[in-house]
C-alpha cells in the first residue's frame, strides 16, 4: 500500500512542474493506488492545504531557511511545505511525525543532503513555537497576499475591481469547501420527490435558496454510486452556471446554441427547460468531450441535444438561426479557485490574451442569433478584463445588439454596481462560484 506522504508529494510535484490540474490529478491518483477512505483524506487535506496556504508556508520557508527560497530544489520545497503545514494545520498530526516523516520522505527520494536542511527548518520553526511574521497591515496588498495566500497582483486586481469588502470576503471563501449542488430533472422527477429519494440513500438534501429546481447537497459519498444519479433524476451543476441557464430564459421549441458547450451541464439545464421540445446544438473542439456531452444527455433523459465537434473562435459554420447562444467561454478561473487552487499560481494570469479570445467567441458567434433573440455570455472569473470589459466592448462594436436587462430570482444580492444586463457573483454573497453573466438582445 503507497505511503500517503508520499503520494501527497508526488501529486504537489507534479503540479508544480507540469502545471497539472489538482482534482483531476488527485482523483486519477486515488484511484490507481486504490487508497482506502482514510488514507484518501489525509493525501486530499495535504495536497488541497499546501496549495491553498503555499504562499503564506513559503513566507514562513524564507524566515527560517539560511537558503533563499529560489535556490531550494523543487523536491525539497515541496517537502518542506508538507511539513510545514502538518505542523501549522493539522492538529491530529503530532508535530515529532510531521518532523520525522518529511524527513523519511526526503531520503526515499534520495535526498540525503536536503533531508538535514528540512530537519533542521521543521525544528528551527517548532523551536520558535510556531512562530512568524506576516507583512503589516498598512501594507494591504501585501498583507492581504500573504495571509491569504493569494498573489499580490490577483489581490490588487480585486482592490481596485470590487473594493476591500468584497475582496477580503472572496479570500476568506478560498480556504472554504464549496457547497455541492445539483439540479434537479424535472423532465423525471420533482424537486420534492427527489430530496425524498436522496434521504432513502442517507443524502441530506435542501433547496438552494433562490432557484426553484437546485439543491444543496451533503453527506453523498461517491456520487456515481446513487441509484437516483444513474437513473439521470439530477446532475451536478455550481448554482452559478444554473443561474446562467435561467437568464438564459429559454422556451419550449427554441432553437439554441451552446457554443462552447463541455463538459454539457448548461446545453442540459437549458433542454430541461425546454422541456425536451425544440433543438440544442452543443458545441467543443474535442471528440472526447463531445462524446462526454452526449452521455450525459442520453443518462438524463435529454433527447433534443445534438453534440458537435467545433471551433466557436473561428469556425463560422452554416448554423440555423437561434432564440438564444450562450458563449460561456474559456477563461482564467479566477471565481473557481477555492475548487483548483493551483489556478491562482498560474504565471502570466492577468496578462494573457483571453480578452481577446473570449471576445472573438462571442462576436462569431453572435452572428447566429435571430431577430429579438438573447445572446449570453459568461466567465467562471473574477476579472474585469474578462467579463465587463468584453461585455462592453461587445455593444460598442454591435449596434445590431443592445443590453437586455437581468430578471434576476427573488433572493439573490449583487455584489456591485454594475450595468442592468451584467451580473458579477461573489462566493461570499449568494454562495456560488465566483461567475461573470452578461446577456444581450438582437434588435428587432
Known sequence: MPNPRNTAFNILLKIEKDDAYSSLLLQNTIKQNNLSRLDSAFVSAIVYG????????????????????????????????????????????????AVNESVILAKKQKLMQSAGFINGVLRSFLRADKDYKIPDEKDKINYLSVKYSCPADIVSMWLDSYGEENTTGVLESLFKRPPLYARVNTLKTTIDELIEILAKDNVKAEKAGFLKDALVLENTGSIERLGSFKQ???????????LCVYLADAKPHHIVIDACSAPGGKAIGLGINMENRGKVFAFDMYEHKVKLIQSSAKRLGVNIINAKIRNAQTDKANLPLADRVLCDVPCSGLGIIRRKPEIRYKKDILTSSLPDIQYEILNNN???????????????????????????RFLQ???????????????????INESENQLTLFPHINGTDGFFISVFRKRG
Not at 439521470?232 to 444554473?242: R, V
Not at 435571430?370 to 459568461?378: F, M, P, Q, R
Not at 462594436?397 to 455584489?415: A, M, Q, T, V
Open 397 to 415: 462594436e454591435h449596434r445590431d445588439f443592445e443590453p437586455y436587462p437581468l430578471k434576476l430570482p427573488e433572493g439573490l444580492k449583487r455584489g
Open 232 to 242: 439521470g433524476l439530477f446532475y451536478i451543476q455550481d448554482l452559478s452556471s444554473q
Open 50 to 97: 499546501v496549495l491553498e496556504r503555499q504562499i503564506t508556508l513559503d513566507c514562513i520557508i524564507k524566515q527560517y531557511s539560511k537558503i533563499p527560497l529560489r535556490k531550494i530544489e523543487k523536491k525539497t520545497l515541496v517537502i518542506l511545505r508538507m511539513g510545514l503545514y502538518q505542523l501549522l494545520f493539522m492538529d491530529k498530526v503530532p508535530d515529532s511525525a
Open 366 to 392: 453572435s452572428r447566429y442569433v435571430a431577430c429579438n433573440g438573447l445572446l449570453v455570455y459568461s466567465t467562471c472569473t473574477l476579472n474585469p478584463k474578462e467579463n465587463s470589459e468584453v461585455a462592453d
